[in-house]
């Protein structure tokens, strides 16, 4: 245990929102929180569920592992996420490992205790449900990208969703990862993501700098991605 929480902290996280102060008390009462570094493992499938937890900051990658090794990245969670609510609804074991991308820090609340104040609070469990929706919905549209886009175009709208406006009027994608962790998130090589992005710097629609890309025509990338 490293650290206290604060109630407060806890009611601005979207599935613990709906819940009274006493119950948001009860659980800042039982959370501590837990520091991982870059790449250390928080937990793998098959474990079983006895935290809830919410991202106070860092990033953190959900993914999954084939026999042989190969990993897919399910989804990143960030600062306000909450990780482990599935389990902590089905009481089965974790679906998926969990590794950290960077420095992060977790609020880590028991189980037990969760699914306690939970199970009391109709409004809680709407929201849960409502969150776990929204999983769904992403994954969904996920497997959709899969059957029907290919990997230059897959790319293309990965950029387009991670996009920014800096200050001097630049889009600009922070791809926030090495290209070995976008490649495991489109379920691709290495390789095969430098070619995509190599292909796209070619028509002239995008500009590489480090881990950034200046989007220079968004308008044809998104072109491209609905073609």
């Not at 993914?63 to 090794?69: A, D, M, Q």
């Not at 950290?100 to 609020?107: D, F, T, V, W």
């Not at 090495?178 to 070619?195: E, I």
Request: aromatic share 4%; hydrophobic share 45%.
């Amino acid at each position: 245990m490293e650290g206290q929480v604060a109630a407060s902290e806890l009611a601005r996280v979207r599935i613990l929102s709906a819940l009274d102060d006493e119950a948001l008390q009860r659980l800042a009462a039982a959370a501590f929180t837990r520091r991982l570094a870059a790449n250390q493992i928080l937990f793998v499938g098959g474990e079983p569920s006895e935290h809830l937890y919410v991202v106070r900051s860092g990033q953190l990658r959900v993914l999954t592992t084939s026999p042989h090794g190969e990993q897919f990245v399910l989804s990143t969670v960030s600062a306000g996420d909450v990780i482990g609510e599935l389990s902590l609804l089905d009481r089965h074991p974790r679906s998926a490992d969990v590794v950290a991308a960077e420095l992060s820090e977790l609020i880590a609340v028991p189980a037990e205790v969760a699914r306690s104040v939970l199970e009391g609070d109709p409004r809680a469990v709407l929201a849960a449900a409502c969150e776990l929706a929204g999983q769904v919905r992403r994954l969904t549209g996920t497997m959709g990208d899969l059957v029907f886009l290919d990997l230059p175009r897959r790319v293309a709208k990965l950029l387009l969703s991670r996009s920014t406006t800096t200050s001097d009027g630049k889009a600009v994608s922070n791809l926030g990862a090495s290209q070995s962790v976008v490649a495991a998130q489109l379920g691709v090589s290495r390789q095969s993501v430098s070619k995509a992005l190599s292909g796209l710097t070619r028509h002239g629609w995008i500009e590489i700098d480090g881990r950034s890309v200046v989007l220079r025509d968004q308008a044809a990338l998104r072109r491209y991605v609905e073609s």
